[in-house]
């Protein structure tokens, strides 16, 4: 079975802090994602990684950071977090597939309060 | 402007009935489209991908439709239960760079 486990369900941290969200997957996925989940925006994309030490922005990387220093296991960083980051963050890691028809499998999510 | 839309936003339907979403996009090029399921807390999880060539597919309960030349899909659920209530967000992937355009999801809840 498919697993993207990430370290935290819930987190509240303080305006200024750093923080890190990290996001393993055990199927050996090359590729991995990075998304902040808002109601009445839907996903947005933050930032993904086609290998370790690759990486890529998405839509909306303003604010974050990345590290892929190994295959299995993604961290998104916010270097100062903001009231404005106060998000659902959801990872995912994507499998190999003809013609772009690779699922894209996410982890429960981690819910971050910044205060 | 987002690039698919999905309708309605929100839906309360009694257990047993059915229902159908929609989701429209402009979404160019075309490689294929899921639908998802995220059930309230979780992370979402595929029902269905169509490619250009596809125009239906099932998975149990759910039927998605993919009518490419409109650019329309649409996911219908038969005989709700209440474990059908979660959001849909209809993905349209746009091939290449793991790009995935997103609909902002329809809100579905089966009452009793």
């Known amino acids: 079975d498919v697993k993207v486990t990430q370290s935290s369900r819930y987190l509240v941290k303080r305006t200024g802090e750093k923080v890190f969200l990290e996001c393993v997957q055990d199927m050996d996925h090359e590729n991995m994602f990075w998304y902040r989940q808002d109601p009445g925006l839907g996903l947005r994309l933050i930032y993904f990684s086609y290998d370790v030490k690759m990486k890529e922005k998405g839509d909306i990387p303003e604010g974050y950071s990345v590290s892929r220093e190994k295959k299995e296991r993604f961290s998104l960083i916010l270097e100062s977090a903001s009231t404005n980051q106060t998000s659902m963050y959801l990872c995912?890691?994507?499998?190999?597939?003809?013609?772009?028809?690779?699922?894209?499998?996410f982890g429960p999510g981690t819910r971050l309060t910044v205060t | 402007k987002n690039q698919v839309e999905q309708s309605p936003q929100s839906l309360i339907i009694l257990e047993g009935k059915n229902c159908t979403l929609q989701c429209n996009y402009t979404v160019s090029p075309f490689s294929n489209l899921r639908w998802y399921k995220q059930d309230t807390g979780r992370g979402p999880v595929s029902l269905t991908i169509m490619t250009f060539s596809e125009n239906t597919k099932s998975n149990g309960r759910y039927t998605a439709t993919l009518d490419a030349d409109t650019k329309q899909s649409s996911l219908h659920i038969t005989a709700s239960q209440l474990s059908d209530s979660a959001s849909y967000i209809c993905v349209v992937n746009r091939g290449g760079n793991n790009r995935l355009a997103f609909g902002k999801g329809n809100q579905v809840v089966v009452i009793p």
């Open positions: 995912a890691s994507r499998t190999p597939g003809q013609g772009n028809r690779g699922e894209q499998y």
